[in-house]
C-alpha cells in the first residue's frame, strides 16, 4: 500500500512567519499534490507536481509556494503565514495522470497561525 | 491500520446502468464525505453526511454511524459520470480518513 507521510503533524506559527510543510511518499508516484480541509470548503487544491523539478498551481495558490526537489518529497511553503491560512493540510500521491487517477492521502497537518 | 476501506477498487459500468460504491470503517465515524476527483486533482463534493441519506441527481449517499459504513450509489451512469470517486471520514477526535479511491470506467 502506497505510503504518504507529511510532517509536522501540528504546527503552530505566529502570523508573518516562514511555514514548510513537508510530505514524503515512497510509491514512487510521478504526481503530488497539496490541498487544504476547511470546515465548508470540503478539500481544496492548492499546488500540484508532475515529478521531481515541476510544480503547478491548483485552485487556491495565493499566498503559498511548492517545491518538488525529489520523486519522494514536496514540500508546501508559506512565506509570510497569516491567520487565514490556519487549517488542516493534506499530501496525497496518484498513481496515473489519468482521470482514473487513485490518490493515497498523508495524515493531515494542523496549522494554527495565530 | 487503515481506518477506511473502499471498494471497489475499479468499476466498469455501461451507460444507463447503475451500481454502488461502499466504505467501511474500522471505527465509529461522526460524518462522511464523498468526492470526485476531476483530471487536474482537484476534488469535487459530492455529499457531506453526518447520518441518514442524501440524494443528488443519478446520486445517492447513506451514511450508518452504529453500522460503520457509507455507500454512494449511481445510476443511469453517463460518460461523463467516469473518474475516481473517494470517501472520507471524520472520526470522533475529529480526524479526517480518506478511502483509497475507485476508479469508475462508464462505457457506451
Known amino acids: 500500500e502506497a505510503a504518504v507521510t507529511q510532517s509536522p503533524r501540528n504546527k503552530v506559527a505566529v502570523t508573518g512567519g516562514k511555514v514548510t510543510l513537508s510530505c514524503n511518499q515512497t510509491n514512487n508516484h510521478n504526481n503530488m499534490y497539496w490541498y487544504r480541509q476547511d470546515t465548508g470548503h470540503g478539500l481544496r487544491l492548492i499546488h500540484y507536481s508532475y515529478g521531481a523539478g515541476s510544480t503547478e498551481k491548483g485552485d487556491i495558490p495565493d499566498g503559498y509556494k511548492a517545491s518538488r526537489p525529489s520523486q519522494e518529497n514536496f514540500s508546501l511553503i508559506l512565506e509570510l503565514a497569516t491567520p487565514s491560512q490556519t487549517s488542516v493540510y493534506f499530501c496525497?500521491?496518484?498513481?496515473?495522470?489519468?482521470?482514473?487517477?487513485?490518490?493515497?492521502f498523508g495524515h493531515g497537518t494542523k496549522l494554527s497561525v495565530l | 491500520g487503515d481506518q477506511v476501506e473502499q471498494s471497489p477498487s475499479a468499476l466498469s459500468l455501461h451507460e444507463g446502468t447503475g451500481s454502488a460504491l461502499r466504505c467501511n470503517f474500522t471505527t465509529t465515524m461522526r460524518a462522511v464525505q464523498w468526492f470526485r476527483k476531476n483530471s487536474r486533482g482537484s476534488l469535487i463534493n459530492l455529499f457531506y453526511?453526518?447520518?441518514g441519506t442524501k440524494e443528488n441527481g443519478r446520486l445517492k449517499s447513506a451514511f450508518d454511524s452504529k453500522e460503520r459504513y457509507s455507500t454512494l450509489h449511481i445510476r443511469d451512469a453517463q460518460l461523463e459520470d467516469s473518474g475516481t470517486y473517494f470517501c472520507a471520514a471524520r472520526s470522533n477526535y475529529n480526524v479526517l480518513y480518506f478511502g483509497s479511491g475507485t476508479k469508475l470506467t462508464v462505457e457506451p
Open positions: 496525497a500521491s496518484g498513481d496515473a495522470w489519468t482521470v482514473n487517477e487513485r490518490l493515497f
Open positions: 453526511l453526518a447520518s
